[in-house]
């Protein structure tokens, strides 16, 4: 029988893929589906068709063991940063794991790359924040601001500041506090979520909820809602509110500039906690280090995980500002929390160099002054096509809107799944583009150039011609 992990040369031009792989892909699936449960997956589903083995990545390109290239648009899950194939976070690694692959920062212990990179972060972060606390992922950290914001209102003597609201369709994770932060209602419909204490306002998306208005008028209404929400609690009783800067697992809505300075002033009336759910955003994502200072407000705790060393190995972590780390640092005593691989030495060396590398090759001031308003130039150019009623970016993240009708905005029934019609064609003409309901995304590496954007652009025009012509057929438009 032929091993399904010997790996052998594919048959591709070696200018295009190198040392590109081709693995026994059918093999590969159907070791896939015996044993890989995987995340946010009908498993009966996959094991019927497959899964798509993807076998190596260079720059903003995959390709999979059929020797397919893929222009991948969402940089793996928002976070290969600074694309695929980088050998300087591979030797970081390596180093690391030569010297001292892992000891832990319990019983009073510390290790080099964690004080390094918790130094270089206080560096690259807005001045409140001189203090980090290391997790392994996103939720975790989410997770992590949850104990920490209950905690400082314990120590202030004012334990009955519990409640956290977020807002509807945003995302957090995936754990049990995470996910109940989140505002997603097929995550809450598992587990008997959201945990006591959480609660959610409307989110800031003018297409669903501010047709009529100026969207400078629906940022300071959406805002509102943020103090409707208290009252109706009681300020007593709020401890925080949580917000992406960009909610991106939700669609990429991208808030009116009106809204964040109103939350802030809002936030600062009643005195509760603001908590920038930087996950994505942050890094450079939308063309400053995070994306509180894009759009000009003040937290209190910054989330980060994905593009802190850009997916090449886990790691997350909670920025913690001085309103807060001094509470817990001076009236704390031991904070009682805390993980196993927290300040992982191995991880923190890699983002300490990914962190070099993005200011070395200035990705950050690239997005904001050059291929951010390159692609806001081109994407939003999609606008001209038939089935597109609304195309928006910020820094490089983007999102349109599929509609049956673009004079009326008319959408698409729900039932149909268009924007799943829309994502098939894209896999399968080598482009990676997220569907979340009929709303098209993207993000793809903060290393792409212009002349990928607009083959990235030319791609989503013709499998948006493919999507029209699939639904002109089956008479759906």
């Not at 793996?76 to 000891?103: I, S």
């Not at 964040?260 to 920038?276: A, F, H, N, T």
């Not at 407000?297 to 802190?308: E, W």
């Amino acid at each position: 029988m032929t091993n399904p992990f010997d790996i052998r040369a594919a048959e591709v031009p070696p200018a295009l893929v190198r040392a590109a792989a081709q693995v026994d892909t059918r093999a590969i699936q159907a070791l896939d589906s015996a044993h890989y449960l995987h995340p946010f997956t009908d498993h009966k589903l996959l094991a019927g068709k497959g899964a798509r083995v993807m076998v190596r990545g260079e720059g903003i390109y995959l390709w999979d063991s059929e020797g397919q290239r893929v222009l991948d648009g969402m940089s793996g899950l928002w976070c290969v940063n600074v694309g695929y194939g980088r050998k300087e976070l591979a030797d970081a690694a390596y180093r690391q794991m030569t010297e001292m692959p892992y000891y832990n920062s319990f019983f009073n212990t510390t290790n080099v790359p964690a004080v390094k990179l918790a130094t270089l972060l206080a560096e690259v972060a807005p001045p409140q924040f001189q203090h980090v606390f290391f997790a392994n992922s996103g939720s975790e950290g989410n997770d992590t601001v949850v104990r920490m914001v209950r905690r400082y209102w314990d120590l202030l003597g004012q334990p009955q500041r519990k409640v956290i609201i977020s807002r509807h369709n945003a995302y957090h994770g995936s754990t049990m506090a995470g996910a109940s932060l989140g505002g997603m209602s097929y995550m809450h419909a598992q587990g008997d979520l959201p945990i006591p204490g959480i609660t959610h306002i409307q989110q800031p998306y003018w297409f669903e909820h501010g047709r009529g208005m100026s969207k400078d008028e629906f940022g300071i209404k959406a805002a509102g809602w943020l103090e409707e929400k208290i009252l109706a609690i009681g300020p007593d009783k709020v401890a925080a509110f949580i917000g992406e800067p960009v909610q991106g697992a939700g669609g990429v809505i991208i808030p009116p500039d009106t809204y964040w300075p109103e939350i802030q002033r809002i936030c600062d009336k009643y005195g509760i906690l603001l908590v920038s759910d930087e996950v994505i955003c942050g890094f450079g994502r939308l063309g400053e280090w995070f994306g509180c200072e894009k759009f000009g407000f003040r937290p209190d705790l910054m989330t980060f995980a994905k593009g802190v060393t850009s997916g090449y190995i886990p790691l997350g972590g909670v920025l913690v500002g001085e309103r807060v780390a001094t509470v817990l640092i001076e009236q704390g005593g031991e904070f009682e929390h805390g993980y196993t691989y927290s300040g992982h030495p191995v991880a923190c060396a890699v983002a300490t160099e990914n962190i070099e590398i993005v200011r070395r090759e200035k990705l950050v001031e690239k997005v904001r002054d050059d291929t951010g308003p390159y692609l806001k130039q081109q994407f939003e150019a999609l606008i001209d096509h038939p089935l597109v009623g609304m195309a928006e970016t910020c820094g490089l993240v983007a999102g349109l809107v599929l509609v049956k009708d673009k004079k009326s905005l008319e959408c698409f029934a729900p039932e149909l799944g268009v924007g799943m019609v829309c994502r098939g064609h894209m896999f399968g003409n080598g482009m990676i583009m997220r569907a979340v309901g009929d709303r098209m995304i993207i993000a793809p590496p903060l290393v792409v150039t212009r002349a990928q954007i607009d083959e990235m652009i030319a791609l989503i025009r013709r499998c948006l011609d493919a999507t029209l012509a699939e639904l002109r057929q089956r008479n759906l438009i």
